[in-house]
């Protein structure tokens, strides 16, 4: 659906080069997850001014099955604007949003999984309200439910840390001219993770700052299948981007959990010592290095086991997902050392403000 309703003239009237409008756009990236009309109708139904326009970025990569607009509300169909992602990850379908969203002074990004409290809009204009002029964003406040007849599981508790995590665009509002200036999102970030941290880390580089706002949005916790968390592990390349680009500290400045990074690296490697001793039929270096790899993977897996339900299926999965998440880790880790190994550091922005954004080579901007 394209909208030639009443933001058709957000452009043309030049919102965007008032300082104190608090007019704003809504930029949903969607595989079409069932979550996507929760997310629109508590949009639709939350009191207070509505966005300017809704832009719902079409991210699948075969568009042929409904359409991402099927349940959407009837007061958003005037001002919704479907366009196509690509398939090349929330990155790059942000990018894409927020740059058809015409000239509106701020841009809230949403997850398609979340849902926006029922004040939420009325609640963004009081953030609005309170920006500076150097103000680049505005946080929102996560609540994760989760369950209260019992231990959360693995999953659960991963996904109840996105309440504390600083930053994270399932609900961040960005300014369009600080999007602008640092040129949007990374697009080398190719999943949902370390793409919010990025680009924070650049705009407060470029001088900017970011706030904290009062509204409050839900994200519910997907389901997820036994083998999430190994699959998850590919973030550790992006890490690796990180680094390359902020520095060793930049953990520390985007106050981001290091993980057990570490840790899997020494497990893997008695693991993979023990095998090549054993070939080599060094029975005592083998054994001992095996016993290296149990105890650590125990210790793993004890560590994810204990703190929750201790049913039958979450202890099968914990084992399981123990003894496979440090190789994984350490094998996206290397991949991405392989990967990212030419990527300079970002250079500090001169006293003319950041450069151009400029796209990264076509070999820079394949998938990690």
């Given at each position: 659906?394209?909208?030639?309703g009443?933001h058709?003239?957000?452009?043309a009237?030049g919102?965007?080069?008032?300082?104190?409008?608090?007019t704003?756009?809504v930029?949903?990236?969607?595989?079409?997850?069932?979550?996507l009309?929760?997310?629109?109708?508590?949009?639709?139904e939350?009191s207070?001014?509505?966005?300017a326009?809704?832009?719902?970025?079409?991210?699948?990569?075969?568009?042929?099955?409904?359409?991402?607009t099927?349940?959407?509300?009837?007061?958003?169909r005037?001002?919704?604007?479907?366009?196509?992602?690509?398939?090349?990850?929330?990155?790059?379908?942000?990018?894409t949003?927020?740059?058809a969203?015409?000239?509106v002074?701020?841009?809230?990004?949403?997850?398609?999984?979340?849902?926006p409290g029922?004040?939420?809009?009325d609640?963004?204009?009081l953030?609005?309200?309170?920006?500076?002029?150097r103000?680049?964003g505005?946080?929102?406040?996560?609540?994760?439910p989760?369950?209260?007849?019992?231990?959360?599981?693995?999953?659960?508790?991963?996904?109840?840390?996105?309440?504390?995590?600083?930053?994270?665009t399932?609900?961040?509002?960005?300014?369009?001219?600080?999007?602008?200036?640092?040129?949007?999102?990374?697009?080398?970030?190719?999943?949902?993770?370390?793409?919010?941290?990025?680009?924070?880390?650049?705009?407060?580089?470029a001088?900017?700052?970011l706030?904290?706002?009062?509204?409050?949005?839900?994200?519910?916790?997907?389901?997820?299948?036994?083998?999430?968390?190994?699959?998850?592990?590919?973030?550790?390349?992006?890490?690796?981007?990180?680094?390359?680009?902020?520095?060793?500290?930049?953990w520390?400045?985007?106050?981001?959990?290091?993980?057990?990074?570490?840790?899997?690296?020494?497990v893997?490697?008695?693991?993979?010592?023990?095998?090549?001793?054993?070939?080599?039929?060094?029975?005592r270096?083998?054994?001992?290095?095996?016993?290296?790899?149990?105890?650590?993977?125990?210790?793993?897996?004890?560590?994810?086991?204990?703190?929750?339900?201790?049913?039958?299926?979450e202890?099968?999965?914990?084992?399981?997902?123990?003894?496979?998440?440090?190789?994984?880790?350490?094998w996206?880790?290397?991949r991405?050392?392989?990967?990212h190994?030419?990527?300079?550091?970002?250079?500090?922005?001169?006293?003319?403000?950041?450069?151009?954004?400029?796209?990264?080579?076509?070999?820079?901007?394949?998938?990690s």
């Open positions: 659906m394209t909208d030639h009443d058709a003239d957000v452009t009237t919102h965007g080069e008032d300082a104190g409008d608090a704003y756009a930029v949903i990236p969607t595989l079409g997850r069932p979550g009309g929760v997310c629109l109708r508590a949009l639709a939350a207070g001014p509505k966005p326009r809704v832009v719902l970025v079409d991210d699948r990569a075969d568009t042929e099955g409904p359409p991402v099927l349940d959407l509300p009837p007061s958003l005037s001002r919704t604007t479907v366009v196509p992602g690509g398939a090349r990850g929330p990155a790059a379908a942000r990018n949003g927020w740059r969203a015409g000239r002074p701020w841009i809230a990004f949403l997850d398609d999984d979340v849902m029922p004040t939420w809009c609640d963004l204009a953030d609005l309200a309170e920006v500076t002029g103000t680049a505005i946080t929102a406040r996560i609540e994760v989760l369950p209260a007849h019992r231990r959360p599981t693995d999953w659960e508790r991963g996904t109840a840390q996105l309440a504390t995590a600083r930053w994270i399932a609900d961040m509002v960005y300014r369009r001219e600080a999007l602008e200036a640092v040129g949007g999102f990374d697009e080398r970030f190719r999943r949902a993770f370390r793409e919010d941290a990025d680009l924070a880390l650049r705009v407060l580089d001088g900017w700052t706030t904290e706002g009062g509204r409050t949005t839900l994200h519910p916790v997907r389901p997820a299948g036994r083998w999430t968390s190994v699959r998850l592990q590919a973030g550790n390349a992006d890490d690796v981007l990180m680094t390359r680009l902020h520095g060793r500290d930049w520390r400045r985007a106050d981001a959990p290091r993980g057990r990074l570490p840790a899997h690296l020494a893997t490697g008695a693991g993979a010592a023990a095998l090549a001793c054993a070939l080599l039929g060094r029975g270096a083998a054994a001992a290095c095996a016993s290296a790899w149990l105890a650590g993977t125990a210790e793993f897996a004890l560590a994810r086991i204990l703190p929750g339900p201790r049913t039958r299926d202890i099968l999965t914990m084992t399981l997902t123990s003894v496979l998440i440090p190789p994984a880790a350490t996206h880790w290397l991405g050392q392989v990967v190994r030419a990527t300079p550091p970002l250079r500090p922005y001169g006293p003319g403000g950041p450069p151009h954004a400029v796209r990264p080579p076509a070999r820079e901007r394949m998938p």
